[in-house]
């Protein structure tokens, strides 16, 4: 059976591949199978994935909100947009988790320019920039070209030392994020130019997919209890996790919830921060 990507490549239907998916949302295998069953049997030739994904979510929906909402991950990154400002301020909760000191939206002067910075970090004595690409459209991806605009800006940056974390630091290290995909060249100039790269699928076993299962980091707009509206109040309250609910349950007050759909969004965080 031939199925249509986002891409718009033509790929045979890949029920393994499916069934991935299903089990990092946390449910069991009985409804793991009996989903992938009802999808099996609903396909037909040249169905869109999205249609697929669409579906499964739904289903996944009906066993738990918790599950449709690990499902709705890479969705829920393209909703930090549409700039990107929220990418940017989740990538920084992510290196926070991992024992970096974060900062957002910086103008640093380098030998010859000032630049904005999306990130800056720091771990072990080590200052470090972070680049964000953000995409909204799934099939988009990072070419060669951003890394290397990106290795020229790092080049002038580290020319001169800079005060941001209490002293006089050169900025030792660069990274590019992207919600998305690198292309093979973008990945190949990094690797030889000594940057940093990481995407929905890069590098492999520790990339944007994977790194929300380690403490749990998914962003508040993986919720399904919520609207898009409710969503993007949160956003503006600088609430960028869904843990981060648990602690600022007012929040949710203050953008007009009612007391019982509060219960029910609380409900489904407590449930979506059980790391599977």
Request: charged residues 30%.
């Amino acid at each position: 059976m031939k199925i249509i990507k986002h891409s718009g490549d033509i790929v045979d239907f890949d029920p393994e591949k499916l069934r991935k998916s299903l089990m990092k949302s946390g449910a069991d295998d009985l409804v793991v199978e009996d989903i992938l069953h009802k999808i099996s049997s609903e396909i037909y030739e040249g169905i869109s994935t999205k249609k697929i994904y669409k579906r499964a979510f739904a289903l996944l929906k009906k066993e738990a909100n918790s599950h449709a909402a690990r499902y709705n991950l890479r969705s829920a990154l393209q909703s930090l947009g549409p700039a990107g400002f929220f990418f940017e301020k989740y990538i920084a909760r992510l290196f926070d988790a991992e024992g970096y000191q974060t900062v957002t939206n910086l103008i640093l002067p380098g030998k010859c320019v000032s630049h904005e910075i999306d990130v800056l970090i720091k771990k072990d004595n080590e200052l470090e920039m972070i680049e964000c690409k953000f995409h909204s459209a799934r099939e988009n991806k990072s070419d060669v070209k951003v890394p290397l605009y990106v290795f020229s800006r790092f080049n002038d940056l580290r020319e001169r030392k800079q005060i941001v974390f209490s002293k006089n630091e050169i900025i030792s290290k660069c990274w590019i994020v992207t919600n998305n995909r690198f292309t093979s060249d973008a990945i190949v100039f990094a690797k030889c130019s000594g940057m940093n790269l990481l995407s929905w699928d890069y590098p492999k076993g520790n990339n944007l997919k994977t790194k929300n299962d380690i403490d749990c980091l998914y962003p508040v707009t993986c919720l399904t209890t919520l609207s898009l509206v409710e969503k993007d109040k949160l956003l503006i309250l600088d609430v960028i996790l869904a843990k981060e609910l648990i602690n600022n349950s007012d929040k949710l007050e203050k953008i007009g919830l009612s007391s019982n759909r509060i219960k029910n969004v609380l409900k489904e965080v407590r449930e979506l921060v059980r790391c599977i």
